[in-house]
């Protein structure tokens, strides 16, 4: 038996290239937030508050529709190839809201560009290619890549605005998403259990049975809330800064930057505390709060420049840890089997986010200004507070490899399934995967449970049968 006490280096290169992939895309958000509203008030057909949140909700709305399709089949196809497709998809929707000013075709546009919907298949590769142990770690990479990729959104949008304007900034994102495909096939690891023979796969849960389980739904209203919190302010923010700072729009980079700098500083010891010392629960609560607390800052303080500031940076410091912890949970509670379907809801859910906080983020700016949007935005996350406040505390695992020398059992199936059940069935084995090709066993086990590992040297055919 060994186990690895830090991330391996396929880990590493797994977690920063998948990473990579993530940024890539969300840069087709992120690089037209902080500018989308105040260029599109400039089009010819001057379109409403509401327009301007469909266009940039229209992308959640298509990515609510396939993300589940896309994490089941990727379930059943393969991770990257989904991806590939989902890339794909990305690109044209780019180029087609790059080649018009119209705002119906920019939505058009918009929505096509969700319809690449692979964040659930990303997520459940990463899931893949990580051990329990260090997935946390993986998906903080993730989330620290997206605040790094919001952060240069922020500080080159107005750069590239000046230089290529926003339909040459949609066409950049395009070939951007050409270039990940090369990523994909190149860089990103395939997972060692792709080709594991089917006869060790447990009969996948039902989707209703997703749907019901508690712990995965209020994980999934979280992100709901997240996103939708997170559209709904930036098409008032901008002018925000424009009026209480008297900042133009391609200045705005000056305060987004150092806040967003200054809220990873502290969004690193949050993270170690909560994995070090087993206070996940409570970070993570504690975040939520806080993002609460953000709502009602900004409502408070949204035309004073400083109180403007101090809300922003409230807010990224709880945006920042919850973005890292929500993938991680979503992927230690799902069921093994059945992991890019829970991610695939999960993504849905973030995708609803999207739409929605876009949707009526533009439709109460519209009727009353900034003050009814954080409204909003105040009352989803006092609803996800009290949902969290009554969470289960996922069990902390840790991963042991074994590789089994026995070959009369690698050419034995229903032996192995039967090895596999019994194995489960000692007390704190959590899962049990068998690497058919690779003829290595992997056994999750609580990290606070000893294990009877005399028994699996039993079942494996003795004290020679492992190593």
Request: aromatic fraction near 10%; include cysteine.
């Amino acid at each position: 038996m060994k186990t690895e006490q830090g991330m391996t280096t396929l880990e590493v290169r797994s977690s920063l290239s998948l990473a990579s992939i993530y940024g890539l895309r969300m840069l087709g958000m992120f690089l037209i937030l902080p500018i989308f509203a105040i260029y599109a008030e400039g089009l010819s057909s001057h379109p409403s508050a509401f327009q301007v949140g469909l266009a940039l909700g229209a992308y959640g709305l298509t990515q609510a529709l396939f993300q589940l399709p896309f994490g089941m089949l990727s379930d059943r196809y393969g991770r990257k190839n989904i991806i590939y497709i989902g890339l794909l998809i990305f690109a044209l929707g780019s180029f087609v809201a790059g080649y018009s000013d119209q705002i119906e075709i920019i939505i058009l546009g918009r929505a096509i560009q969700g319809a690449g919907a692979i964040s659930a298949a990303i997520t459940a590769l990463v899931a893949d290619l990580t051990r329990d142990e260090h997935r946390t770690k993986a998906m903080a990479m993730i989330g620290a890549t997206i605040g790094i990729t919001f952060a240069l959104s922020l500080v080159g949008a107005p750069i590239l605005n000046r230089l290529i304007g926003v339909p040459g900034i949609f066409i950049l994102t395009g070939l951007l998403s050409l270039t990940a495909i090369l990523v994909v096939k190149f860089v990103v690891p395939t997972p060692l259990n792709m080709n594991v023979s089917k006869a060790f796969k447990e009969e996948a849960p039902s989707f209703k049975s997703i749907l019901k389980n508690k712990e995965l739904s209020r994980l999934n209203f979280g992100i709901f809330a997240l996103h939708a919190a997170q559209m709904a302010m930036f098409i008032v923010v901008p002018f925000a800064l424009e009026t209480s700072g008297e900042m133009d729009v391609n200045q705005h980079w000056k305060v987004y930057l150092p806040v967003l700098l200054s809220s990873f500083v502290l969004m690193a010891p949050i993270i170690i505390v909560s994995e070090k010392f087993n206070k996940s629960k409570f970070i993570f609560v504690s975040s939520i709060f806080m993002m609460l607390i953000a709502q009602l800052m900004f409502g408070m303080l949204i035309n004073i420049f400083w109180g403007l500031v101090a809300s922003l940076f409230v807010y990224f410091v709880a945006f920042n840890v919850l973005e890292a912890s929500l993938p991680s949970l979503i992927s230690k509670i799902a069921p093994p089997s059945s992991k890019g379907t829970a991610i695939g809801v999960y993504n849905t859910c973030q995708s609803l986010g999207i739409f929605f906080g876009g949707l009526l983020g533009g439709f109460l700016a519209d009727r009353g200004g900034s003050f009814p949007v954080f409204s909003f935005c105040a009352i989803l996350m006092a609803l996800w507070a009290g949902f969290a406040l009554s969470m289960k505390v996922p069990p902390s695992l840790k991963t042991l490899m074994y590789v089994i020398k026995n070959k009369s059992l690698l050419k034995n199936p229903k032996q192995l399934v039967l090895v596999q059940n019994k194995i489960k069935k000692i007390k704190g084995v959590r899962d049990v995967i068998i690497l058919l090709e690779e003829g290595e066993l992997l056994i999750k086990v609580n990290k606070h449970e000893s294990i009877h590992e005399a028994s699996i040297f039993r079942l494996l055919g003795g004290s020679n049968g492992v190593s």
